[in-house]
Nanobody, 117 residues
Framework: QVQLVESGGGLVQAGGSLRLSCAAS????????MGWYRQAPGNQRELVAQ???????KYAGSVKGRFTISRDNAKNTVYLQMNSLKSEDTAVYYC???????????WGQGTQVTVSS
C-alpha cells in the first residue's frame, strides 16, 4: 500500500504562485504517469497535469503555460508549480499514483488551494 501526502496548498491572491508537493511512502516508479487532479465544489474531478517516469508531461488546456509538473524519483515526490493563479484555479488538489505495473491506483487526501480575486 502506497500512501500519498500532498502539501503546499493555501490562500493566495490572484496572480500569485504556489508549489504543491506530493510525497509517496514508496517508489513512484510505474508504467503509468503520476498526476495532479483538482475538484472544485459542484464539479467533477479533472486532470490538471501528469508526468511519466521519463519526464514527459501533459497539461490541461486551462493551466498550460502557467503550471509546471515535475518529479524527483529519488525522493519519491512529485511537484506542481502553479504561477499566475486565477480564481478559477480554486479547488482541492489531489495527487494520483500507481503501483509499478499500473494495476492499482492511489490517491492522496487532497490539499486546498484558494485563489482570491
Amino acid at each position: 500500500q502506497v500512501q500519498l501526502v500532498e502539501s503546499g496548498g493555501g490562500l493566495v491572491q490572484a496572480g500569485g504562485s504556489l508549489r504543491l508537493s506530493c510525497a509517496a511512502s514508496a517508489s513512484i516508479f510505474s508504467i503509468n504517469p503520476m498526476g495532479w487532479y483538482r475538484q472544485a465544489p459542484g464539479n467533477q474531478r479533472e486532470l490538471v497535469a501528469q508526468i511519466t517516469n521519463g519526464g514527459s508531461t501533459k497539461y490541461a488546456g486551462s493551466v498550460k503555460g502557467r503550471f509546471t509538473i515535475s518529479r524527483d524519483n529519488a525522493k519519491n515526490t512529485v511537484y506542481l508549480q502553479m504561477n499566475s493563479l486565477k480564481s478559477e484555479d480554486t479547488a482541492v488538489y489531489y495527487c494520483k499514483g500507481y503501483d509499478t505495473w499500473g494495476r492499482i491506483d492511489y490517491w492522496g487526501q487532497g490539499t486546498q488551494v484558494t485563489v482570491s480575486s
